[in-house]
């Protein structure tokens, strides 16, 4: 009988922390977006002389953030009809994503370097875009 008030009380104490998250949940795709121009320019103080050139390369990142986030969502959709990659598949798919990170890193830059060293410090310092964020994090130790 203990046992059976001792599953009940674990039961009551785990419905509630599975309904608000606690679980296991699948995760969902990352954002085809990286954060609103217009928060942007709050944070990092950029001037109306510098917003044509920031917005151009701020439309340039989230744009390849989008059609990245397309890309994926063509490939889950074959991966569930065709079950296993093929090694052409992998070789492209790595490619592609490649090829977006390095677009992601120069558009980044380029827009860094329309600031001053003073907005550049304070753009530094904020979240930066999906796959920069996932270059930062495989690069080895000391770059």
Do not use: C
């Not at 674990?10 to 928060?39: E, I």
């Not at 920031?54 to 994926?72: F, S, T, V």
């Not at 980044?108 to 370097?113: D, I, P, S």
């Amino acid at each position: 009988m203990k046992t059976l008030y001792a599953v009940a009380g674990m039961l009551l104490v785990a419905a509630p922390a599975m309904a608000q998250g606690g679980g296991m949940q699948r995760m969902g795709p990352p954002p085809d977006h990286w954060m609103t121009f217009d928060s942007l320019v709050a944070a990092v103080g950029i001037t109306d002389a510098q917003k044509a050139d920031a917005q151009k390369h701020y439309d340039a990142i989230n744009d390849i953030l989008k059609q990245a986030a397309e890309r994926r969502t063509q490939m889950r959709g074959q991966m569930g009809q065709m079950g296993q990659m093929s090694q052409e598949q992998r070789d492209s798919m790595r490619t592609q994503f490649q090829q977006t990170r390095s677009d992601i890193e120069t558009h980044y830059n380029e827009l860094r370097g329309v600031l001053t060293p003073d907005e550049q410090a304070k753009f530094d310092a904020l979240p930066k875009p999906p796959y920069m964020g996932m270059m930062m994090r495989q690069r080895p130790p000391g770059m």
